[in-house]
């Protein structure tokens, strides 16, 4: 995949370099060109960087989203461990356990503005590779757990925090590489979600069946530190991003670069239409979206079938996620990415109130799980769009200069939304008088169905506020 950035040839001798470049603008005029002449990266340095960009980050998003997304074979096992006596999960109930998985996908994006702050003050590859270590630390620590907390502070805490930190290094990274096909490569990349979810919750399950659960913990601790630590070393900012970051940083004072310091969104950008409606879009898309991955093998259950055509869900609705992911993210560079955020988030809630919500009301019959395994397609096929185009929607939105700060804030009003949504979409499947059967889950259909038209009406204001250029004249292109 080639990269569509004007690069610079200094690529090969690394970041000092670039630091030393970035700061000689105060240079004669005739000096400052004769850089910017050595400056430019050849179009063959700037194909492979971008190939291994994405190579790197898809594997970062394989491995930590995916065994996130794979959390479901251990609540299965944790649930069923709650009713024998002498288990860390002794008598513990389901939401309960199922805040363990809930705390970790919560937490990836919760900490954004923290671990892009941390990229651009230090290092990207340093950043995701400490997170790798914190990843496969909190597996291992797991292993080791004899109380429900133990888990939920580990597998829990630690797991979403080493997540984070890779996974947000990948999403920010590597949309700068990119121009006219970043659609098609944050596709890509993000679909290692949806292919690490596939492969890892068998996997988990047969070291569970050969091995045992702690050993599965620390067999998997092990393979992602590897796996983590090999793509971390690849992380890098595109040479004009970091040109740029290099001189932000040179304009501060040292205080504050603390570990602590976020970066700040201008407040020129914060308080425009578009931030508003792009932060609304972001948090009801987000409050909905995990909640039929989650329950999806619970959900199944009401419809008759086994705990393992359950799973066999999960992994139907992850490969659709993948190659949704990258199918459209493709047609995206093409039709507009805007337009595509669009129409993605408009066609998942009309799939979920067309197809879920119907398939409560009719109970378990052979129409309810057609309308279902429909969902499951569907639903995994678009809905997950919206989460490979949302990084690519603001640098078109707000410009390459504020993504990386815009990029932090959103995705942690995402993780909070995340927080509490799901829990709240797991609540409602109490308030029926039948919650084993499929009426059950009826609020909780119409919950997610409402909160996805919310997105789909906030993502259309976005296109709109996209229209109205500099001057507050409205523009009348389509593609964007």
Not at 356 to 364: D, H, I, L, N, R
Request: hydrophobic share 50%; net charge positive.
């Amino acid at each position: 995949m080639a990269s569509d950035e004007q690069s610079s040839d200094s690529a090969a001798v690394g970041d000092d370099q670039l630091v030393r470049l970035a700061s000689r603008r105060s240079q004669p005029p005739i000096e400052v060109a004769h850089v910017a002449s050595h400056q430019t990266y050849d179009a063959a340095t700037s194909n492979r960087k971008s190939i291994i960009i994405v190579a790197s980050s898809f594997t970062i998003i394989f491995t930590c989203c995916g065994l996130n997304f794979a959390f479901g074979v251990f609540q299965e096992l944790y649930d069923a461990m709650s009713l024998q006596p002498g288990t860390p999960f002794t008598g513990a109930t389901p939401a309960l356990i199922d805040l363990i998985g809930t705390i970790s996908i919560s937490l990836m994006t919760i900490g954004a503005p923290f671990v892009v702050a941390w990229a651009k003050h230090f290092s990207p590859r340093w950043v995701s590779f400490i997170g790798g270590c914190i990843f496969a630390l909190s597996l291992i620590l797991a292993s080791f757990g004899t109380a429900l907390w133990h888990f939920e502070l580990t597998q829990g805490l630690l797991l979403g925090l080493g997540t984070s930190m890779p996974y947000m290094v990948a999403v920010t990274v590597a949309p700068g590489w990119f121009t006219t096909h970043r659609g098609l490569a944050m596709g890509i990349i993000l679909a290692g979600t949806g292919v690490g979810g596939v492969v890892w919750a068998p996997v988990i399950k047969a070291m569970i069946d050969s091995l045992g659960f702690r050993n599965a913990l620390r067999v998997s601790g092990a393979i992602s530190f590897v796996l983590v630590s090999a793509s971390s070393a690849t992380m890098a900012w595109e040479p004009q991003t970091l040109a740029r970051i290099n001189a932000e940083n040179a304009s501060r004072a040292g205080h504050l670069r603390g570990i602590l310091q976020v970066p700040l969104i201008d407040w020129h950008v914060a308080k425009t239409r578009k931030f508003a409606a792009q932060g609304l879009g972001a948090i009801f898309q987000a409050a909905a979206y995990y909640t039929p991955v989650f329950f999806f093998a619970s959900y199944a259950g009401t419809l008759g079938y086994s705990a393992t055509a359950g799973a066999n869900f999960i992994a139907l609705s992850n490969a659709c996620n993948a190659i949704g992911k990258i199918v459209i993210g493709y047609f995206a560079d093409r039709l507009g990415r805007l337009n595509t955020l669009f129409l993605t988030t408009f066609i998942s809630a009309a799939i979920t109130i067309g197809f879920w919500v119907p398939s409560t009301v009719y109970g378990s019959t052979d129409d309810s799980r057609g309308l279902f395994i429909s969902f499951a397609i569907f639903y995994g096929l678009f809905a997950s769009a919206y989460v490979s185009l949302f990084p690519a929607s603001l640098i078109e939105i707000f410009g390459m200069q504020n993504f990386a700060s815009v990029n932090g804030v959103l995705y942690m009003v995402r993780g909070m939304a995340t927080l509490v949504g799901t829990p709240v979409a797991g609540a409602l499947i109490h308030s029926g008088s039948s919650a084993v059967l499929p009426h059950g889950y009826v609020n909780m259909a119409i919950l997610v169905s409402v909160l996805l038209f919310a997105a789909s009406v906030a993502v259309f204001w976005i296109r709109i506020e996209a229209m109205v250029g500099p001057s507050g004249k409205m523009s009348l292109k389509w593609r964007m």
